[in-house]
């Protein structure tokens, strides 16, 4: 399936790296201004240096709550909007070096499926169009398979090829999330960001969508990553999890130690609210106090210890290192005695 | 769609026996009564009938002994046969007279209109592009002046700048003074000549609206998720600006400019008495100081009309912009 389709994407893919994407260091701030005269008065640190990367063909979930910069990290790897420092590299090149045309040229390659299907898709143009507008601005496929291409990706993503004529509002919200895949898998992308794409639907069409982003990863050998704030939605579908908080990546591993056991106390916190289906299983839920503090002023050292349940004095100074158990890594300085060891 | 335009025309058709209704009625309760005029200066004459007695006699001739709603039954059967009778200030029939002055409003108001929408809105979009940049502070503003300056204040400093010391138009006029030495060909290039200041008054009084609106909705479009997504599709910014941007822009647009469409028949009253420019609106606008009723019920009446088309118009322009009407 895949050698038919893009015979010649393939041979590019020789980069000796089997990352496809690579965060180093990634921060983005946004600055405050205020004042008649726009003055710079403050800086929203959104995302504040975290770092990951994503195997060829994986899927890594990237959770934490509302406001913690997770979309601004998806949205800062895709170049939708700057960064402020650190490397973003895709097949082992920075895209933030890409001048303007050849961004444009690597579009394909790296998509994007948004959180709202209601709003994402432009409302006067039929549907075919939307999701072959890019194919034939990239040349994906000859002009004459322009039109079973479109017809065969639509009905991979479940949808039908009279459906090509149809405008969005004429869709429900799950169909229009898979009208949202099928232009992003139209233009044969080696990775897409899945930003929210089942928050804005119903739990029994989560299922579907996330069902068919796993079908067609087994089928065009897609990297995924999956921003979500639904742990058990993570859970299933992810490979390697990253967990964020106020900017900062606090843990990150693969998907079975980070559930089996988790290390950080924000992770132990966000797991123990995950609902069980078992009303005789005792929730042990950690309550955590306050709110999220403000990213334009976070807490000195450790970002969390304002409410962590084991705060020490040295939290309130020192930005904790970061530990490496075998690939499960931790930023956290309660393994400080645990590594010297 | 046709019983959409079936019900459409209807209404029109009850707001403009309304609107023509109203029209009449305030006509004949103004204070400046053609009949009072020709009246008193009749009665001023030797060995005349006196005032009242010529009142009388003159409301007689024209239909003025009635009441409101019958006087304006009487003018609606004749409306209705085509039958808008003679101008009285003007002396010849109201539908000539109409026809010989319509041409200057229409050129005037075409040109304009055509380069309004040629600045205005590349203007708009740009401004909207590069949001809070120096261009945008710089096209806001000068789009903020249009939309202040009064017209006859705009006209005069014009006139002072262009006629008056550089001498390189005439005051007003819509012809020079050799105009009738002139080729036919030579005619045209003197009444174009002449069209240069009021056609500059009003484009730049007008472009500030349509400008402000252009930007105020390209930029409500391009924060929208689907500009986003364009981006993200990898294509380039002149498509994403063209294809998805500026086509969801188009609706309110059609709607704003169908707005604009009567008023270039009817609105320029003001600058073509500055330039005594004899269109439309200056003949109007005489017609209604004399009190001459049939113009001035002809030339409302036509600007209801005009406006309850130019509405219909834009009702099915949206069908046509918005493929989402054109379905349902």
Not at chain 1, 61 to 72: F, Y
Not at chain 1, 139 to 144: F, G, M, Q, S
Not at chain 1, 309 to 327: L, Q, S, Y
Not at chain 2, 249 to 274: N, Q, R
Request: net charge neutral.
């Amino acid at each position: 399936m895949q050698n038919e389709k893009a015979p010649e994407r393939n041979e590019k893919k020789h980069v000796s790296t089997d990352n496809i994407l690579e965060v180093k260091d990634l921060k983005k701030y946004f600055p405050i201004k205020a004042g008649l005269l726009g003055r710079l008065v403050g800086q929203v640190k959104a995302v504040d240096g975290i770092s990951f990367s994503i195997k060829r063909g994986t899927t890594m979930g990237l959770v934490g709550e509302s406001g913690c910069g997770k979309t601004t990290v998806g949205k800062t790897i895709l170049r939708l909007n700057d960064k402020t420092s650190g490397d973003v590299l895709f097949n082992g090149e920075e895209i933030f070096e890409l001048s303007n045309r050849e961004l444009r040229a690597k579009r394909p390659q790296i998509q994007i499926i948004f959180q709202d299907p209601y709003s994402s898709l432009s409302p006067r143009m039929p549907v075919g169009e939307i999701i072959g507008e890019a194919v034939k601005e990239h040349n994906i496929v000859p002009d004459d398979k322009f039109d079973d291409y479109i017809t065969r990706i639509m009905e991979s993503c479940g949808l039908q090829a009279y459906h090509k004529d149809r405008y969005p509002h004429e869709f429900s919200g799950g169909q229009r999330q898979r009208i949202c895949i099928a232009r992003a898998i139209a233009l044969n992308p080696d990775f897409i960001v899945c930003d929210e794409p089942v928050s804005a639907l119903d739990v029994s069409i989560q299922a579907q969508i996330i069902n068919l982003l796993a079908d067609l990863q087994k089928e065009f050998g897609l990297a995924y990553l999956f921003i979500s704030h639904d742990l058990s939605v993570v859970e299933h579908i992810s490979d390697t999890i990253g967990v964020m908080y106020l900017g900062s990546m606090v843990e990150y591993g693969k998907t079975e130690d980070i559930f089996e056991n988790p290390l950080h106390p924000y992770t132990k916190a966000l797991f123990s609210a995950i609902p069980t289906p078992d009303p005789t299983v005792k929730m042990d839920r950690i309550i955590l106090e306050g709110s999220i503090p403000s990213p334009a002023n976070p807490p000195l050292g450790c970002k969390f210890h304002t409410r962590c349940a084991h705060r020490m004095e040295i939290c309130e100074t020192e930005v904790p290192k970061v530990f490496d158990f075998d690939g499960h890594v931790v930023a956290c300085h309660l393994y400080n005695k645990e590594k010297d060891r | 769609m046709s019983k959409f335009i079936i019900r459409r025309v209807f209404l029109a058709a009850l707001i403009i026996l309304f609107g023509a209704f109203i029209v009449y009625a305030v006509i004949r309760a103004l204070p400046s009564s053609y009949v009072e005029t020709i009246a008193r200066q009749r009665a001023t004459m030797p060995n005349s009938k006196s005032y009242a007695d010529w009142v009388a006699e003159l409301n007689a001739l024209f239909r003025l002994d009635t009441d409101v709603f019958t006087g304006f039954a009487g003018w609606l059967g004749d409306a209705i046969r085509g039958e808008f009778g003679n101008s009285w200030s003007y002396g010849i029939k109201v539908t000539e007279k109409f026809a010989d002055v319509i041409w200057y409003t229409v050129a005037l108001n075409i040109i304009t209109f055509i380069l309004q929408i040629a600045i205005a809105i590349p203007l708009g979009i740009m401004a909207a592009r590069k949001q809070y940049s120096k261009m945008d502070y710089a096209i806001t503003f000068f789009a903020m002046v249009g939309i202040s300056l009064p017209s006859f204040f705009l006209s005069t400093m014009l006139k002072y700048v262009f006629s008056i010391n550089l001498g390189w138009f005439d005051l007003y006029g819509i012809v020079g003074r050799y105009h009738e030495q002139l080729s036919s060909w030579g005619k045209l290039l003197d009444m174009a000549h002449h069209l240069v200041l009021p056609v500059t008054t009003l484009t730049l009084l007008s472009i500030g609206g349509l400008m402000r609106f252009t930007r105020t909705n390209m930029l409500e479009v391009l924060g929208a998720d689907y500009i986003r997504t364009a981006r993200a599709k990898g294509l380039p910014e002149n498509k994403v600006i063209n294809r998805h941007a500026f086509r969801n822009t188009l609706i309110p647009l059609v709607s704003y400019m169908s707005y604009l469409l009567p008023s270039m028949f009817a609105g320029s009253m003001i600058t073509e008495t500055l330039y005594q420019i004899p269109g439309i609106g200056y003949i109007a606008f005489g017609a209604i100081r004399a009190g001459d009723i049939p113009f001035t019920m002809f030339y409302s009446v036509f600007s209801i009309v005009l406006t309850q088309i130019s509405l219909l118009i834009a009702d099915m322009m949206y069908a046509v912009v918005d493929p989402r009407v054109r379905i349902n």
